[in-house]
């Protein structure tokens, strides 16, 4: 097993995402036949918090997403979602040994979702998530694949339907609701003024932000997002990370995020985990995970943390450390483009190396 790096950030003694943490992983591992692509996974993702997770391409990183909101079914481990503060322990152990999914308590939920059907991470648990690419219903007009987020609620109060077809009052209040709250999603996204298009007439940045306003939709304690700056340029990646500051600040939702564009990552974590190979290697703030050896080596494709030293992988490091801390200085198709790309490294007498092949 790799080391993993410390978890405590300069100047706290225990950082907040161990001390009250909405999601816990545990021991996750996530087999295919013969392949391993999650191995004995453990991480916190703090309340109120937004967390990055990050790592090369084939790092298993999408694979944690669909563990955690029940597209796959983890071949071990715990996925502890928890609704209320504090890590609510003993409610965690009688829901462990009762072997029910989840269980309400005078603290809050717990709820394991390696149990639960997805559809029942998302209402009980209130886990939402997008996807690389986007799932938008595009013959529909962009406020109703708002409404769709809302569909649970509204099917309740119409009776399943004969509310609706009669009209009675319930469903009317709850349909002006829904629409009331589109629109609210529809202005943070600026995207009122659109409301009556087809939301496969949106450009592309726009597309990826109502995404994210349907997740919200359904009032999320935490919002999964893969990959939400795939693809924008830098001006559309700043609007993105006002976004989720306001969500984060201003609807206490707990982010958790796949991203490989750094100058977003670096700007707006306030935890980063980093895998590789189905293995964490990183776990603490930015500033901890930029400097780590072990991800410097991963993201250049080195196969020692010693050919760091190496000129041309330090000049490679410089680079990178560059671009993080100052983005908005890096040429704008720089600042677009994801995580760097592996090079092939030199060995010390100037032979190129090929770097680990990803799956």
Known sequence: MVAEASVVSAGASVPRWEDDPVLTVEHLTMRFGGLVAIGDLSFNVGRGDITALIGPNGAGKTTVFNCVTGFYKPTEGRIVMRHGPGRQEQTVDEVTRSGARWKASGDG?????????????????????TFQNIRLFGGMTVLENLLVAQHNPLMVASGFSIGGILGL?????A???????????????????????????????????????????????????????????????????????????????????????MGVVMEIS????????????ADGDAALVKSD?????????VEDEEEIDI???????????????SPAEAAPEEVAKSAPRRKPAKTATGAKKTPRSKS
């Open 169 to 173: 009052p319930a469903y009317k209040r």
């Open 270 to 281: 306030d935890h980063i985990i980093v895998l590789d190979y189905g293995v964490k290697i």
């Open 175 to 261: 349909a002006k609701a829904s629409i009331d709250k589109a629109v609210y999603w529809l202005e943070q996204v600026r995207l009122v003024d659109r409301a009556d298009d087809p939301a496969a007439d949106l450009p592309y940045g726009a597309q990826r932000r109502l995404e994210i306003a349907r997740a919200m939709c359904t009032d999320p304690e935490l919002l999964c997002l893969d990959e939400p700056a795939a693809g924008l340029n830098p001006r559309e990646s700043a609007e993105l990370n006002e976004l989720l500051k306001f969500v984060r600040d201003k609807h206490g939702t707990s982010v958790l995020l796949i991203e490989h564009d």
């Open 109 to 129: 939920a717990v709820f394991l979702l390696e149990r639960m059907p997805d559809h029942e991470i998302s209402k009980r648990a209130k886990v939402a998530r």
């Open 293 to 301: 050896p072990k991800v410097i080596a991963a993201y250049l494709g």
């Open 311 to 325: 000129p041309v992988i330090k000049e490679d490091v410089q680079a990178v450390t560059q671009e993080t801390e």
